[in-house]
């Protein structure tokens, strides 16, 4: 068996995700003071794990988050993911409370603020410190447009006045950076991000509102902040005025990439968890792990993390390789690994039974995860506002893309080949109608004849998705102005599902093709891209299909076999710290 800390590199897994994990130790031990126990404690409790986030402080977990050029150790994207992950398993309040809240942040800072603006922020997060963002409001929703709070100028600079709601760690946080109204006339460039320095505001000028509880995430803070008539100087402003809403644009392509990939942390302990459960349960006769019914929901559940994985995996790899054109693959992963995340989490549910429901005992963590995985698809963005982004750029992509059929690099797939710095100064607004990775899917297949004979579902799907890439270039270049709003059809909307499952399945094949010398054989067999291509859902608003029972084996037998040797599910696997079975 390939080494547990085996990564995609064919080297040594970076050791900062080694440490992380062997610092937080095992979650299922009773004495671990971070463990499972004490995590639904804090739960219960609606409280941040201040335990995890001493624990999290003395790890560094906010250097992940700040360029080395500023003094921290973000890198690489995928490694950010990977290290996270180790968080989001054990409790996704610490990965969004504690870290991803600062991330989503920093990076507006580090796409367009000023040097100065850079140091403060790096210096608030290598001192364990938190940064905010404040960028909807309650009445607006998702319409950043809409956004009434404003910045004003002023005698000495710029007057805040207005309020921002449900706002991540909102009191906690030293330093916001607030999307501001900066000019009262409509368009695009009405907007800008402010970052304000809590300590530097006059008392009587802000005022907290009272904090916002949840149904799931519940420790994590999420309050609300008025002002009135707040001075701050002019050179709050983050980049130009009137930059705000592109800033947040460009930001977006990195945050929601790499938010949503974490998530796959809070499946891989669920399909742990219920693994654990069955194995132990019996049922008529047996233990409830052997019913073919059972063995049938897990391994689907297993490919759905691995597709997922895969996607994610590319689409932060592109961010590195080909940023003129995440502006597509950053909306296309939210809208997709999301809603596949929490639909697994239910179906693993209901093989759980009541006891997805029991807050106490060994399971307990499971209906925690089931409530903490749903902003995956409605934080930061919904899932319906990243579809309504994607449609109108169909026509273009249709003129411009998809009929060149030139394929993406070959490097964002390889898994063994380097990234370059993670390019903030090169992220555009929009990709222009140039995108590569839907060709890649063709290209692939063409590369590969005798794939589509290694697997019948392999060829079936690969050609019905080729196929419809060409039906979607004539239908999408003759869409109408009127069905590029949100006021579309359903049948419009129904084309950015078919768009999408073409870069799904051309990330899967094509990571496939490109890693046949990867040391974990697992990469290089052809059963998981069958069973992957399997699960992606060909018919919008209909569940995928179920494995055929060789890949249904095949995939249940892998999460078997991860699980007892301690092992992370996802494409790469990697050592985990006590994520085993109860004998080990």
């Keep these: 068996m390939t080494s547990p800390t085996t990564l995609a590199t064919g080297t040594a897994f970076p050791h900062r995700a080694d440490a992380l994990e062997r610092h937080l130790g095992d979650p299922w031990d009773q004495d671990n003071p971070l463990g499972f126990r004490h995590i639904l404690a804090a739960d219960e409790q609606g409280e941040m794990f201040t335990a995890g986030e001493d624990a999290l402080d003395a790890y560094g977990l906010n250097a992940e988050f700040v360029p080395p050029a500023y003094g921290g150790r973000l890198t690489r994207l995928d490694d950010l993911i990977e290290i996270m992950r180790s968080v989001y398993r054990r409790d ?5 409370g504690y870290g991803a809240s600062s991330f989503i942040a920093a990076v507006n800072i580090w796409t367009a603020g000023s040097e100065e603006q850079r140091h403060q922020v790096a210096g608030l997060l290598l001192r364990h410190r938190k940064v905010s963002v404040a960028y909807h409001e309650l009445a607006h929703g998702n319409d950043m447009a809409g ?6 100028p002023g005698p000495d600079g710029l007057l805040l006045n207005g309020r921002k709601e449900v706002v991540t760690n909102l009191q906690r946080s030293d330093a916001v950076v607030m999307f501001a109204r900066t000019d009262r006339r409509p368009g695009s460039r009405s907007h800008s991000q402010i970052l304000v320095d809590k300590a530097s505001v006059p008392a009587g000028r802000m005022r907290y509102l009272p904090r916002f509880t949840s149904v799931g995430m519940r ?26 809403l592109e800033t947040a644009l460009k930001s977006f392509q990195i945050t929601r990439t790499t938010l949503v990939a974490m998530f796959n942390g809070i499946l891989d302990t669920g399909l742990r968890t219920t693994l654990r459960h069955l194995t132990a349960r019996r049922l008529y006769g047996r233990r409830a792990v052997d019913l073919p019914e059972v063995r049938s929901v897990l391994a689907a559940t297993h490919a759905d993390l691995l597709l997922c994985d895969a996607f994610a995996t590319v689409a932060a790899r592109a961010i590195h390789l080909v940023p003129a054109e995440t502006g597509i693959y950053a909306q296309a992963v939210k809208f997709f690994v999301s809603k596949v995340l929490m639909d697994a989490m239910h179906r693993l549910s209901t093989l759980l039974g009541a006891h997805f429901y029991i807050r106490e005992g060994e399971h307990a963590i499971f209906q925690k995860l089931l409530r903490d995985i749903q902003p995956a698809g409605f934080g930061h963005a919904a899932r319906a506002a990243c579809q309504m982004s994607l449609l109108p750029q169909l026509p273009l992509l249709a003129r411009r893309s998809w009929p060149t059929g030139q394929p993406a690099p070959e490097e964002l797939f390889r898994l ?7 390019p903030f ?13 839907s060709s890649s899917l063709a290209t692939g297949l063409a590369a590969e004849p005798a794939l589509l004979l290694a697997h019948p579902v392999i060829r079936q799907t690969g050609d019905h998705l080729t196929d419809d890439l060409r039906r979607l270039t004539g239908e999408c270049a003759r869409l109408p102005a009127a069905e590029l709003s949100v006021a579309a059809s359903s049948s419009s909307y129904d084309l950015t599902h078919r768009y999408v499952n073409v870069l799904v399945a051309a990330a899967c094949v094509e990571l496939w093709r490109t890693n046949q010398s990867h040391p974990d054989p697992f990469l290089a067999d052809p059963a998981w891209l069958a069973a992957v291509l399997a699960r992606i859902p060909l018919r919008p608003g209909h569940p995928p299909a179920r494995l055929p029972h060789d890949l249904e084996q095949r995939l249940f037998d892998e999460l078997v076999e991860r699980y007892e040797s301690g092992t992370s599910l996802g494409l790469v696997r990697r050592g985990l710290t006590g994520h085993h079975t109860k004998e080990n």
């Design 92 to 96: 996704p309040c610490l990965g969004l």
């Design 147 to 152: 956004t009434e709070f404003e910045a004003m």
């Design 219 to 244: 420790g994590v803070q999420l309050g609300g902040i008025e002002f009135d008539d707040c001075p701050l100087p002019a050179d709050s402003i983050v980049g130009r005025q009137g930059q705000g």
């Design 416 to 422: 063994d080949a380097d990234l370059p710095p993670i």
């Design 425 to 437: 100064d090169r992220l555009a607004v929009t990709a222009g109608g140039r995108e590569r990775l």
